[in-house]
C-alpha cells in the first residue's frame, strides 16, 4: 500500500537528482513502461499533456547514462530505446511518411494513450485496494448454521419381491450343496454279472424277461434293466458263451448257455 | 432507557455478535466497546434481544455468551429434505425377507442364511425405512442383538400379523420357492411299460 | 407491498440468509420458500435490505446474489487486521485493476497495458484468491482465454456490480477502457494487434 502511494508523491525532488536515482533504482523499474512513466512524472506535468518529444529525450539520455554507468540494460529497455529514437525522427521530420506506417504524431499520440491508460488503471488499483474489503472492513456472519439439503432415499418393494427374494435364497441354499441322487438304473456290469451268475442254472432255451430282477421302484428302472440285460446277452452270444433266438418279431428273446464238449 | 436513544451501540452489539464465530461474553463486548458504555452492555444486550425476538433470527444468551441464532421455528426451510424414490437393492430386499421368516434372527444368522457378509447399511436402510428394528439380545456370548419386522412392515406390506406370510410349503406351491433338482422332474409310473408321458 | 403483511416471508428470508455460509441467488432461496412466493421474492429482499439499512448488520447485494454484511462504518470496532495490502504486489494490484476494468481481457491485453510481461504467479495468485476466473475464449485465431472478475471479487470489495468500481465512469468517459495496443515494444506483444497467447 505504502510503496504505491509514495510512487505517486515522489515528484517532489530536485530535478538533477532525477537521472542518478532513476539509475540505482533501475532494478526497481517494472520495465520500460515503467521508467517512462517516471520520467513523465518528472516533467511535472499532466500527462494529457506530456510532451513525448522531451519524454522521448529524457529516456534516451538515461539509456546512454546507465549504459556509460554499469549496466546491461534488458533487451527491452533497449528495444524502447530504438523504438523512441526512430519516433523522435518521425516527430522532427515530419513528412517522410511512407504509406504503410503510422505518423509520428500517431505513434506519440499511441505512447502517450498508453502512459495515461496505465496511469489510470494504478491510481485505480490504489483506490480498490482501498475499498472496504470483507474480512476486514466488513464481515460475514462468523458462525452460520448452514443450509443443507438432505436427500432422503425413499425405498419401496412389493410383497412379491419379497417372497421371491426368500425363495431365492431357499433355493440357493438348496443348490449350495447340490446332491446327485444315486440312479436306481441296472448297469451293463450288474446284467453280465447276473447273467453269469444265472447262466449254469439254465437248463435250456430260457425267455429272457423271465432272467430280470423284480421289484422296480418305477418302470424306469425296469426298463434299464431289461435294455442293460439284453446288451449283456449280446455280449456274451458275441464271446460264444450262449445261443439267442426270437421266433417272430418283437417276440420274446430265448437264451441258452452253450454247453462246453 | 430507549433504544432510540443507544441506536449507534446496538448497531455495533449487531455487528460483533453477527460477525463472531463464538458466543461473545459481556467481557468479550467490553474489549471492543467503548468504555463508557460498558456498564449499560447488559441493558442493551436485553434490548436488542427484545428487538429480534420477533424476527428470523434471535439472539441467544447461552450461558452467560450471546450470539444470534436463526430462530427456531424457521429450522425447517434450512434443512430442506428431498425424497428420493429409490429401488431396494437384492441384498435389501433378501435381508428383510429373511428378517421376516426367521425373526428373531441375529445379523450372523442372516449372513449365513445368505451366505454372504451383510453390509451395515443394509440394516440401516431397512431400519430408516421402519420396516424392521431391534429385538432382544441373543443370551449366548457376545450377546448378539436379533431382528425382528415392525408393525410397520406388517402395515406396509398388509399383513394382519406374521402367520400371514405364506410358509415355505405355499412359496413352493405358488412356484416362488421352486428347489427340485432336475432329475426328480421325470415323471414316474408304477407300471413298467406304460406310457407315462 | 406492505412490509408488515409479510412478516412471515420476511423472516424466513432472514433465517436464510443469516444460516447461509455464500451469498445466495433467487434461485437458492426458490428451493426453500413456499411457490406461492416465488414471485414477491425480489420485492420482499429489497424490504429485508430496507429494514437492515441502518442496522450494524446490512443486506447486501453482490452481482444476483445477497448476504448479510455487518455495515462497514462499524470496522474501526471489529478490524482485525490488515492483510491484503501487504501481501500483494503492485504487479498483482494492476493486474487485478486491469481485470477488474478492462474485463474479459486475454493476457496479451493486459501486458500490452502494462507494458510488461506478466510473471506466471500473478494470476494464479489472483486465481487463488478467488477474484478471478476464466471467462470465454475470445474467438479469434489461437482462440486465448479471457479473464474477468468472480462474484467473490465483489463481494470481497463489498461491491453490488461491476458499475460499483472507484472511477469506472470517469475511465469510460475518458476513452481510457480502450484495450486497444498502444505501442509494440514488448517482446511479448511483437504483433501489435494479434493476441498471442
Known sequence: MDNISNIFEEDKKPEEDVTEKLLLDIDGFDGPIDLLMNLARDQKVDLTKISILELANQYLDFIEKAREVRLELAADYLVMAA?????????????????????????????????????AIRSLGVKLVEQEKLGQDFFKRGNPE???????????????????????????????????????????????????????RIPSWQSLFTLLPTGFETSLVARSALASMLSATLEMAKQGNIHIKQEELFGDVYIKAVKEE | MEADNYREELRLLEALLFASNTPLSIDDLKARVPDDKHDY??????????????????????????????????????????????KLSNAAIETLSIIAYHQPVTRAEIENIRGVATGRGTLDILMESEWIKMGRRRQVPGRPVTWITSNHFLDYFGLENLDDLPGVAELQASGLLDTRPAIDTIPETADMFGDDE
Open chain 1, 83 to 119: 523504438w523512441l529514437a526512430y519516433l523522435k525522427s518521425r516527430l522532427l521530420i515530419p513528412e517522410q511518411v511512407e504509406e504503410d506506417e503510422p505518423s509520428g504524431e500517431a505513434m506519440a499520440e499511441a505512447l502517450a494513450f498508453q502512459l495515461r491508460r496505465l496511469e
Open chain 1, 146 to 200: 448452514g443450509l443443507y439439503t438432505l436427500s432422503k432415499a425413499k425405498h419401496d418393494v412389493t410383497l412379491f419381491e419379497l417372497l421371491k427374494s426368500y425363495g431365492n435364497i431357499q433355493r440357493r441354499n438348496d443348490n449350495n450343496v447340490y446332491r446327485v441322487e444315486p440312479f436306481k438304473l441296472m448297469s451293463m456290469e450288474e446284467a453280465l454279472e447276473r447273467l453269469v451268475h444265472m447262466l449254469g
Open chain 2, 41 to 86: 452492555l447488559p441493558a442493551l444486550l436485553k434490548m436488542l434481544q427484545l428487538q429480534y425476538r420477533d424476527k428470523g433470527v434471535n439472539l441467544n444468551k447461552i450461558d452467560d455468551r450471546w450470539a444470534f441464532r436463526t430462530a427456531p421455528d424457521l429450522a425447517y426451510a434450512l434443512h430442506v429434505e428431498k425424497e428420493i424414490e429409490k
